[in-house]
């Protein structure tokens, strides 16, 4: 089992609508959450930081977090076409602290 | 917020010769950075971590020899990609923890590799 999963999409939304990216880890040790934004050829760029189950909001992002299920999930609300990128999950490793990443889901906003 | 500077960010180089990359935290001490590579369409795989004053840790399947870590000092840590091959290129990209104050890990522009 991968460390952490993401369906690689590509996933399509219309402008102004709400994109959901989903997200799971198999490591229960893991304790600290993160969505990076990562444009093509560019190096990735944190959005949000999760850290507690429930939701945690910033502007138009909200980060889920479920332990119990292992999973955690990025809402965009109000999609813009600059919200076009590949977000990449990640997972601290519960042994040693460091970060993995999962493949990325290429988001693609219809203007 | 943090900053952590990488250089270069495009380097062609030919086979067998070596590489340096370097990466700088420019307002925040390090003591730990991490480096990754990532090719195409696919994730980020951390390929070892860099401490300050001690030997780099590397992942499962890292050749160590290959890929020369040194931190010798709190801002700066060096990833070297020795006896080079077009399997190697890919692209670079080190992070640290950022200074205090800051969340997550901060990452470097990345260094695009192409080994020819």
């Known amino acids: 089992q991968k460390e952490v999963e993401q369906n690689s999409g590509p996933l399509s939304v219309p402008e102004g609508a709400i994109a959901s990216l989903n997200c799971t880890y198999s490591?229960?040790?893991?304790?600290?959450f993160f969505w990076y934004r990562q444009y093509s050829g560019k190096s990735p760029e944190l959005i949000m930081s999760?850290?507690?189950?429930g939701d945690k909001e910033d502007g138009r992002f909200t980060a889920q977090l479920n332990k119990a299920s292992q999973y955690v999930s990025l809402l965009i609300r109000d999609s813009q076409p600059s919200d076009s990128a590949t977000y990449l999950c990640a997972v601290n490793r519960g042994r040693d602290d460091k970060i993995i990443f999962g493949k990325g889901t290429r988001l693609h906003i219809l203007p | 917020g943090a900053v952590v500077s990488q250089h270069p960010s495009r380097v062609i180089c030919k086979s067998g010769t070596s590489v340096k990359i370097e990466c700088r935290s420019l307002?925040?001490?390090?003591?730990?950075m991490f480096w990754y590579r990532q090719f195409p369409k696919q994730s980020l795989m951390l390929m070892a971590t860099s401490n300050e004053g001690s030997k780099a840790t590397y992942e499962q399947g890292v050749e160590k020899d290959k890929f020369l870590i040194n931190h010798a000092s709190l801002t700066l840590s060096t990833l070297t990609v020795t006896s080079a091959h077009p399997e190697d290129s890919s692209f670079y990209i080190c992070?640290?923890?950022?200074?205090?104050?800051?969340?997550?890990?901060?990452f470097g522009s990345g260094t695009r590799l192409t080994v020819v």
């Open positions: 992070s640290a923890r950022g200074g205090q104050g800051t969340d997550g890990y901060t």
């Open positions: 307002d925040f001490q390090a003591t730990t």
């Open positions: 490591d229960r040790g893991s304790q600290s």
């Open positions: 999760i850290y507690s189950n």
